[in-house]
């Protein structure tokens, strides 16, 4: 599968920007960046975008790619969340006051809603257009769920932002044919605190993660803060485990 990088930060400036993934080209996973740097028709090709939570630096372009959906000649746009994450977008942004509710509006180019909710249960696995997702709960200040997504005979893991966790790291191991996983290490080393408060891993902490992580794949730390990159990422280097890796805003092929 290819993997594309749109935003790999917990924060943005010019040259860094917000959490955004892209799988084959229409799958997303997570909406940080994804209309600021794909263009109208790339974003017409996203078919169903999958929300870790509901944290502003995770779903800024959300409103402005299905504000485009509406004026685009092809189907809705589905949101998959877990049912907690997915009451709060609707409660608190989605709510006609920050932005309208685009689920209820009938779009006059194809007689449709512009996107449908699909809120998740946690832990059931679903199929969609040939893709199985499977939403995991993982530890962070607020409702938060990383999903497993299998796409054409491979897996790849995101977590989202999260504190130390397992069930998302047992159900990975017990997936088939994993070739990447993407988690965080928002701080370095130093701000372990701030780290374990605010529910985030650190490259010491990714390090525990890593263990519990029995499949020899790439494991990418993603979501740095930008005053920090260069000490994380001398920091997971210094893990001295082949897979840890930090994750750039570039394409992979997995
Ligand atoms: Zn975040
Ligand atoms: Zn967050």
Redesign the pocket.
């Known amino acids: 599968m290819r993997l594309k990088v749109l935003g790999a930060y917990g924060a943005s400036d010019a040259e860094h920007n917000l959490t955004g993934y892209l799988l084959d080209d229409w799958f997303a996973v997570d909406a940080g960046t994804l209309t600021s740097k794909l263009s109208f028709a790339q974003q017409a090709r996203i078919q169903a975008v999958f929300i870790t939570?509901s944290?502003a630096?995770?779903i800024r372009d959300l409103p402005h790619l299905i504000h485009n959906r509406f004026s685009q000649a092809t189907g809705p746009l589905t949101i998959f969340a877990a049912k907690e994450v997915m009451e709060l977008l609707v409660a608190n942004v989605f709510n006609g006051l920050v932005w309208p509710d685009f689920s209820t509006l009938i779009s006059p180019l194809t007689n449709k809603p512009a996107v449908q909710y699909r809120p998740l249960g946690p832990g059931k696995k679903i199929a969609f257009n040939g893709v199985s997702l499977t939403p995991v709960a993982v530890n962070?200040?607020i409702p938060?769920s990383g999903v497993i997504i299998e796409m054409n005979g491979q897996a790849i893991t995101f977590t989202g932002?999260t504190g130390p966790t397992d069930e998302i790291w047992k159900r990975t191991n017990k997936t088939a044919n994993v070739v990447a996983v993407v988690t965080e290490a928002s701080f370095p080393n130093d701000q372990q605190s701030l780290a374990d408060e605010t529910a985030h891993l650190s490259p010491q902490t990714f390090g525990d993660e890593l263990r519990k992580i029995s499949v020899d794949a790439p494991v990418y730390a993603s979501h740095r803060k930008i005053p920090f990159e260069r000490d994380i990422e001398s920091q997971i280097k210094n893990l001295r485990d082949r897979r840890a890796r930090v994750l750039l805003e570039k394409n992979y092929t997995l």
């Open positions: 939570h944290h630096d995770h962070h200040q938060a932002d």
